[in-house]
């Protein structure tokens, strides 16, 4: 099972918004809504950030956006603030019984 | 509140064993299935494999097929993984989550465990 492609960086000032990709196959991203975002600052752990593609858990920003189409699953941060600077990586439930993560987006904040 | 407490930093040597405890509070450890993902220094997250707490039920990724054995102590409430045959590019730091079977997310993480394979 090969990782989820992601681009290694994405950048903006703050207030603009960005969005990461994350590319799968017909037997991960295109198959299932089982699509998740996590959030991770250096030395922590990862934390949820966005569930079943688009769905937002409690005492998450609103800032934060999920999307899918066809194999491709998409993250948007709305109004980048400082605090949103962290690796951002997605995942997915396989056709395999199994998951799989992405490569991981390293977020800057200009 | 929802917690997962990891066991603390490991050295071992290649060819050894290694075994992670993650003990789990705030709520019915039965209903949720643990996820045990790895991140090796300055690289992505990794998937290891799961267990259903409730059923026993396990999986692991095929990368691991062979090396890799969950368990849990219902009366614990603790979830162990057990990877043997080390090598150095085991080297990293694992982590247990908690899933709920059939919604595809992990809601709550471990703090890490720093498994280090060395001679």
């Known amino acids: 099972q090969s990782a989820l492609t992601q681009p290694a960086s994405v950048s903006g000032s703050p207030g603009q918004s960005i969005t990461i990709s994350c590319t799968g196959t017909s037997s991960d991203v295109g198959t299932y809504d089982y699509v998740s975002w996590y959030q991770q600052h250096p030395g922590k752990a990862p934390k949820l950030t966005i569930c079943q593609v688009t769905r937002r858990p409690s005492g998450v920003s609103d800032r934060f956006s999920g999307s899918k189409s066809g194999n491709t699953a998409s993250l948007t941060i709305s109004g980048l603030q400082p605090e949103d600077e962290a690796d951002y990586y997605c995942s997915s439930y396989t056709t395999s019984n199994t998951y799989v993560f992405g490569t991981g987006t390293k977020v800057t904040v200009l | 509140q929802v917690q997962l407490v990891q066991s603390g930093a490991e050295l071992k040597k290649p060819g050894t064993s290694v075994r992670i405890s993650c003990e789990a509070s705030g709520y019915t450890f039965r209903t949720y299935s643990i996820q045990w993902v790895r991140q090796a220094p300055g690289q992505s997250l990794e998937w290891v494999g799961w267990i259903n707490a409730g059923t026993g039920q396990t999986r692991s990724s095929q990368k691991f097929q062979g090396r890799v054995a969950f368990s849990r102590d219902t009366y614990a409430t603790t979830a162990y993984m057990h990877l043997s045959s080390l090598r150095s590019d085991d080297t990293a730091v694992y982590y247990c989550?908690?899933?709920?079977?059939?919604?595809?997310?992990?809601?709550?993480w471990g703090q890490g465990t720093l498994v280090t394979v060395s001679s």
């Open positions: 989550s908690r899933d709920l079977p059939d919604t595809g997310f992990f809601d709550y």
